[in-house]
């Protein structure tokens, strides 16, 4: 019997590594994992893949090759205003790169078990799935929950872990994973830690333990700077229809907005956004480029004056907040930072 050859991919980083993760786990049962199990994590090394790959097992009757977000699969970037198309050369070298990592899994033992994990969403007619597929692969796409999906997968998610949940739980759970699916688990958990010894979960004490995720529309004001700025003060009054914002929410939301933007453009930082789903990646360049990192450096150190001013009663919450985010949407309106 031939081991398998599997690709994983998908728009939710978190989701797809869970289940490559529960793929790995099946794979490996029975195996001594030192020598039964080999990962490669963003590895360029296809010598030492391919010779993993061709190693017969010992004692064992499959050795398993998880390969995680191989970098010639790495989908191109698509160009932006702030990034022109890829050359041709860029192109071709990618495309190489690509055949030779499908080379390489071409000469995989029989017995070897290898497993491909691509954290962004490939697609159905790419070069890379129809490669792996021609080698006899199986692609598996995990789906990311969207609607009514999501208060279902946020209920199946608690059974799983023993949790009765009351209606208000689920709601803000759901708002949660609309936004983050790993950002749900962590909250699950809490909860699962607080129920270990029988205590039921009311509607207060899942307001009282669960982090509510920020309105939608918090998020809309946020990305309105970077796309259509004029319309930041219309978005800000809308905001200020729901009781629940108050200007220190939406201070600390743009905060984190601009700490995670001056981070992408970090290189010592970079690195750590591979991770990210692959359309939050492409906004944040676009917003990177927009702003550059002189100018989101500077208006970090604004919010952190206004909230000094307005914590000392200087100034009042609401009409410095306008008047920052009028300027930073001035300076967006203006040309493209350097």
Known sequence: MVEPLILIH??????????????????????????GLEEFR?????????????????????????IWDPPQLS???????????????????????????????????????????????????????KGIKALGGEIRAVATPSGQEVPRHVEARARARGLRLPAAAIHLLTDIAAQDM????????????????????????A??????????????????????????????DALWTRPEVQPPVVVGALARVLRDLISYLDPKERATW??????????????AARAGASRLQGWLVD???????????????????EVVLARIAWDLAGPRAN
């Open 10 to 35: 998908g728009e939710d980083s978190y989701l797809v590594a869970q289940a490559a993760q529960e793929l790995r786990d099946n794979l490996s049962q029975g195996l001594i994992s030192e020598l």
């Open 42 to 66: 963003g590895a360029d090394d296809l010598e030492e893949i391919q010779r993993s790959l061709a190693t017969p097992p010992f004692l064992s009757v499959r050795r398993v090759v998880m």
């Open 75 to 129: 989908p191109a970037k698509r160009p932006s205003s702030a990034r022109p198309p890829d050359s041709k050369r860029k192109q071709d070298r990618r495309a190489s790169q690509l055949q030779a990592l499908l080379a390489t899994l071409a000469v995989r033992a029989e017995t070897t078990a290898a497993c491909v994990v691509v954290r962004q969403l490939l697609p159905a007619t790419s070069t890379a799935v």
């Open 182 to 205: 790993g950002w749900l688990e962590m909250e699950l958990d809490k909860l699962a830690l607080y129920s270990a010894d029988g205590r039921p979960i009311t509607a207060t004490v």
């Open 207 to 236: 307001r009282l333990l669960i982090t509510a995720a920020p309105p939608q529309e918090l998020y809309r004001l946020t990305d309105a700077l970077f796309s259509e700025p004029a319309t930041v003060g219309q978005r800000l």
């Open 274 to 287: 591979d991770s990210a789903p692959s359309w939050r990646v492409r906004k944040m360049a676009t917003q």
């Open 303 to 321: 919010l952190a004056e206004l909230d000094w001013l307005t914590r000392t009663g200087q100034v009042d919450a609401r009409d410095g907040l």
